[in-house]
């Protein structure tokens, strides 16, 4: 679910908007590179904005260099409390901006000041489907919940969504805890097999030596990768990681992703959340290692 709203600008003389009038002077961009966020970024016609100190779900924006019309703005649900703060004095600085304009709430014309007046409804509501997150029997089942935030995915475990569920203070903190890790969060690509006579398909991730990264403990392939033979979403069996050595420039071996994972020392790897986890920076050594195993 998500709130959304558009803004239009009135009038035959239009002003095009700035974008520091959107994310005004704490607020944070960046644009989506697959799963993950890249900051400072902006995309040809839309972005994420967050706030650095409390990163959460990220807001939405459709626009573009030059924009007179209007712009688009999307935030997930739930929201934190000081997230959706941020939401909502974005919507008023590009009201103040484009004064006159047309503010529409999902779909329903709204003032300035009755689109402010509603901020303690939307409150209210992200409380409610917080509150309802920490149900036990509904937590087990529906565990582990995948939450699209700001800079990437993450998978919360029943535990977690009982202590999400506690109030905004706890959401909010648990947001931010896991996305402003200093880690590379890992994305696969897919190839077809040219060693295949049916050119099957695979995926494979990248390991950078010494750079603590996120790797799925199960890797699988994202809600919308297509099949570019079948149209259908992308099935793969084979999983491979790149181990590439920043000290000599070069791959030094692909090997299975499952013995991969079972190669890193336990003291190298941390859990991070229901699907994933953290692993250290991998050594050169250990790289090597890796590649003399059968």
Aim: glycine share 6%.
């Amino acid at each position: 679910m998500s709130i959304e709203v558009t803004i239009r600008q009135k009038g035959l003389f239009k002003k095009a908007l700035p974008l520091d009038v959107i994310v005004g002077k704490e607020l944070k961009y960046g644009c989506f590179d697959g799963l993950r966020l890249s900051p400072g970024e902006l995309g040809e016609t839309e972005f994420i904005f967050y706030h650095p100190a409390r990163i959460g779900r990220g807001t939405s924006v459709v626009w573009k260099q030059g924009e007179k019309e209007k712009v688009d703005l999307r935030i997930l649900t739930p929201a934190c409390d000081q997230e959706l703060g941020d939401f909502y004095e974005c919507v008023r600085r590009i009201a103040e901006f484009w004064k006159g304009c047309e503010i529409l709430l999902e779909g329903e014309s709204k003032s300035l000041s009755e689109f402010m007046e509603s901020k303690t409804s939307m409150l209210e509501f992200n409380q409610s489907i917080l509150r309802s997150l920490g149900d036990e029997e509904k937590s087990i089942s529906r565990a582990p919940l995948m939450l699209y935030c700001a800079f990437w995915p993450l998978s919360l475990s029943a535990e977690d969504l009982k202590q999400v569920s506690q109030g905004f203070a706890q959401f909010r903190d648990y947001l931010h805890s896991k996305q402003s890790v200093d880690a590379y969060y890992a994305k696969p690509s897919f190839y077809r097999d040219n060693n295949d006579n049916l050119g099957s398909p695979f995926g494979a991730y990248a390991c950078t030596e010494d750079t603590p990264s996120i790797f799925p403990i199960v890797p699988k392939v994202p809600l919308g990768i297509v099949d570019d033979r079948t149209g259908k979403q992308l099935e793969v069996n084979k999983w491979v990681i790149s181990l590439f050595s920043i000290t000599e420039n070069r791959v030094v071996c692909m090997i299975d992703y499952a013995k991969f994972l079972e190669a890193i020392p336990e003291e190298l790897k941390k859990p991070y959340d229901a699907e994933n986890i953290l692993i250290e920076g991998i050594s050169l050594e250990l790289m090597k290692r890796m590649a003399e195993q059968p």
